[in-house]
């Protein structure tokens, strides 16, 4: 039913997250981005950013020709309304779902992302950089860390597409690990979700299409720049 284009990131797990949990029939296409897969045409022909995750939806709601998104908030929201699961059961619990997965679009991902890239990834270290993403990260971590104090999930009693969201993003770099021992609440949701048998399916995919390999110079640019042959 689901084409998947994926590589075992944070954003490719939110996706695999929700297709375990949910039980949809899905297909997995490799996207290295190491290798510079998301550049090809027929990758950007559907999501035009050059990044993955992006599904192709070959038996939409409406009977008519498959639909692909990108962007893999875009795609939780797609995937939630196309089930009716995981999105909140009425107006007010949309609400608290749809601003809590906004909060990590806009804020958790990216900031843990910079806070990732100056850590781990940069050529030389950046006492500046390392720092601001730092702090920052451990702000947006306490704002969720009360945000969960009196509930087992982000947007109250049920998990929902705004903690397979947040989930993948909690302390993702192995090189540059986090001190969570601030975050009672955090620590727990995050175990409960880690002892879901969705989740532990879904970290399998990501170990089946894991790859080992010392960074390069072609990586590197794949990853962080634009290659010489793409305009």
């Given at each position: ?128 950089a390392i ?23 982000i947007a109250?009693?049920?998990y929902t ?71």
């Open positions: 039913m689901i084409d998947l284009y994926y590589w075992p990131t944070p954003n490719g797990h939110k996706i695999t997250l929700f297709l375990e949990e949910a039980g949809l029939d899905y297909t997995v296409h490799p996207v290295d981005i190491g290798a510079g897969d998301q550049f090809k045409p027929e990758f950007l022909a559907f999501s035009p950013n050059n990044k993955m995750p992006a599904i192709i939806d070959n038996a939409p709601a409406d009977g008519g020709l498959p639909i692909t998104v990108f962007e893999s908030g875009a795609i939780l929201v797609y995937l939630a309304n196309k089930t009716g699961k995981f999105f909140g059961a009425d107006v007010r619990q949309k609400v608290e779902v749809n601003q809590w997965l906004m909060w990590q679009m806009a804020g958790l991902g990216p900031m843990t992302g910079q806070y990732g890239h100056f850590n781990v990834y940069a050529p030389e270290p950046i006492p500046y720092d601001r993403y730092t702090r920052e990260v451990q702000r947006l971590l306490g704002v969720l860390d009360k945000r969960l104090d009196g509930r087992d999930f109250g009693p049920q597409i705004a903690d397979m969201a947040c989930y993948p993003w909690i302390d993702p770099y192995d090189k540059a690990p986090m001190d969570l021992s601030d975050y009672p609440n955090l620590r727990r949701w995050r175990a409960a979700i880690a002892e879901r048998p969705g989740t532990v399916r879904a970290y399998e995919v990501a170990d089946r299409h894991r790859v080992q390999r010392e960074m390069t110079e072609e990586m590197r640019r794949n990853l962080f720049g634009t290659p010489a042959n793409v305009d």
